[in-house]
């Protein structure tokens, strides 16, 4: 009886996931946004700031990618779209993986960098979303701080 | 059956309510507020460190110590703008652009300090700078204090030329600079280095 009672909440929790997935993606073709959940945290649009200037990608469920930078302070607006990969570790070299990689869409690499860190889903410590893309691993290398953005 | 279509009702509400609140985009943050926000994390972020490089009163009184405890616990108060590299070596946390002779721009340590660990040593600190603009600041603390070239030779340690300095005003103190592209006494973050290291080694004898 117990046994039965485990595989009904088994049914009943995959069901609701499936559900939610089902839905999820309505809301998102309905709305045009993306919802973020466990293990997607990357998806979404991310944008940071400088004197410099202003850059703002996207990364979509699809795995497409759409990519904006304006370079202050004349404005100059640069739009991009292609597709985006995450990969992980090839070799022993854990430095330089996990690596987020836009491409443009004649296949052109965009950007190529390493994913030092991103707020999990769960976080109570944030009060933003961040992630922090770097060249590699090591200490002593420039980080890039993006913000999650409302869409 | 009542029953049953408010279950349903309420599944599919459920549903829609947790569709629409994922928790990571409840954190998103308003591109227009986004300055505002960068800000605002700006200034809670921990204090970062504030100088580069060791003072001339600083490498003198290091080069005093007799053994490498009075060296770690001098260095432990500045553990804020040093971190400890390995052993015998410090290296600044203040980081920034550094170009190499051939215009290529590097992101680096402005310094790094080294000590000698053993007693008997004939030296007991050396600096190198990474930037020609901290090592002029650094050098006219040195001539403040009064200290003037008494000779210059060419030095193994740095295989390049090397200058002496010293003044009344520290009579047992000598200053040793050297420009080099070697790495000093083959030690140091990098072997071989592209861009001129400005080396400051302080004696007391």
Same mark, same amino acid.
């Given at each position: 009886?117990?046994?039965?009672?485990?595989?009904?909440?088994?049914?009943?929790?995959?069901?609701?996931?499936?559900?939610?997935?089902?839905?999820?993606k309505?809301?998102?073709?309905?709305t045009?946004?993306?919802?973020?959940?466990?293990?997607?945290e990357?998806?979404g649009?991310w944008?940071?700031?400088?004197?410099?200037?202003?850059?703002?990608?996207?990364?979509?469920?699809?795995?497409?990618?759409?990519?904006?930078?304006?370079?202050?302070?004349?404005?100059?607006?640069?739009?991009?779209?292609?597709?985006?990969?995450?990969?992980?570790?090839?070799?022993?070299?854990?430095?330089?993986?996990?690596?987020?990689?836009?491409?443009?869409?004649?296949?052109?690499?965009?950007?190529?960098?390493?994913?030092?860190?991103?707020?999990?889903?769960?976080?109570?410590v944030?009060?933003?979303?961040?992630?922090?893309?770097?060249?590699?691993?090591?200490?002593?290398?420039?980080?890039?701080?993006?913000?999650?953005?409302?869409? | 059956m009542?029953?049953?279509?408010?279950?349903?009702?309420?599944?599919?509400?459920?549903?829609?309510?947790?569709?629409?609140?994922?928790?990571?985009?409840?954190?998103?943050?308003?591109?227009?507020?986004?300055?505002?926000?960068?800000?605002?994390? =700006?200034?809670?972020?921990? @204090?970062?460190?504030?100088?580069?490089?060791?003072s +001339? !009163?600083? *490498? %003198?009184?290091?080069?005093?110590?007799?053994?490498?405890?009075?060296?770690?616990?001098?260095?432990?108060?500045?553990?804020?703008?040093?971190?400890?590299?390995?052993?015998?070596?410090?290296?600044?946390?203040?980081?920034?652009?550094?170009?190499?002779?051939?215009?290529?721009?590097?992101?680096?340590?402005?310094?790094?300090?080294?000590?000698?660990?053993?007693?008997? =040593?004939?030296?007991?600190? @050396?600096?190198?700078?990474?930037?020609?603009?901290? +090592? !002029?600041? *650094? %050098?006219?603390?040195?001539?403040?204090?009064?200290?003037?070239?008494?000779?210059?030779?060419?030095?193994?340690?740095?295989?390049?030329?090397?200058?002496?300095?010293?003044?009344?005003?520290?009579?047992?103190?000598?200053?040793?600079?050297?420009?080099?592209?070697?790495?000093?006494?083959?030690?140091?973050?990098?072997?071989?280095?592209?861009?001129?290291?400005?080396?400051?080694?302080?004696?007391?004898?």
């Amino acid at each position: 009886m117990r046994l039965l009672y485990i595989f009904i909440l088994v049914v009943a929790v995959s069901l609701f996931l499936f559900l939610r997935t089902c839905v999820d993606k309505k809301v998102e073709k309905v709305t045009g946004k993306d919802v973020v959940r466990e293990g997607e945290e990357m998806l979404g649009t991310w944008a940071s700031k400088s004197s410099n200037g202003y850059v703002q990608f996207r990364l979509k469920r699809d795995g497409t990618l759409e990519y904006m930078q304006i370079q202050f302070p004349a404005n100059d607006t640069i739009k991009v779209k292609g597709d985006f990969s995450i990969t992980s570790s090839t070799s022993r070299n854990m430095n330089y993986f996990p690596r987020l990689y836009g491409f443009r869409e004649n296949g052109d690499t965009l950007f190529n960098y390493y994913i030092r860190s991103v707020t999990p889903y769960n976080s109570t410590v944030s009060k933003y979303d961040n992630l922090i893309l770097s060249d590699n691993s090591l200490f002593d290398t420039v980080e890039y701080k993006f913000y999650r953005i409302k869409q | 059956m009542n029953t049953k279509i408010i279950f349903i009702k309420a599944c599919i509400l459920l549903l829609l309510f947790s569709s629409c609140g994922s928790k990571s985009n409840k954190r998103a943050v308003d591109a227009a507020d986004l300055d505002k926000v960068m800000q605002e994390d =700006a200034a809670n972020a921990p @204090a970062g460190p504030t100088r580069s490089t060791l003072s +001339s !009163d600083d *490498l %003198m009184q290091l080069s005093r110590c007799e053994d490498i405890s009075c060296i770690q616990l001098f260095m432990k108060e500045r553990s804020k703008d040093f971190f400890y590299t390995k052993k015998g070596e410090y290296t600044s946390l203040n980081r920034g652009m550094v170009m190499d002779s051939s215009g290529k721009e590097f992101v680096m340590p402005f310094s790094t300090v080294y000590f000698s660990s053993e007693p008997q =040593a004939t030296w007991r600190i @050396a600096q190198t700078v990474h930037k020609k603009d901290l +090592s !002029d600041l *650094l %050098m006219n603390e040195f001539m403040q204090k009064g200290f003037v070239l008494v000779d210059s030779f060419r030095y193994y340690a740095t295989e390049a030329q090397c200058y002496q300095f010293t003044s009344p005003q520290f009579p047992r103190t000598a200053l040793f600079y050297s420009p080099t592209y070697k790495p000093w006494h083959l030690k140091g973050l990098y072997m071989k280095p592209s861009w001129l290291g400005y080396v400051f080694e302080v004696h007391y004898e």
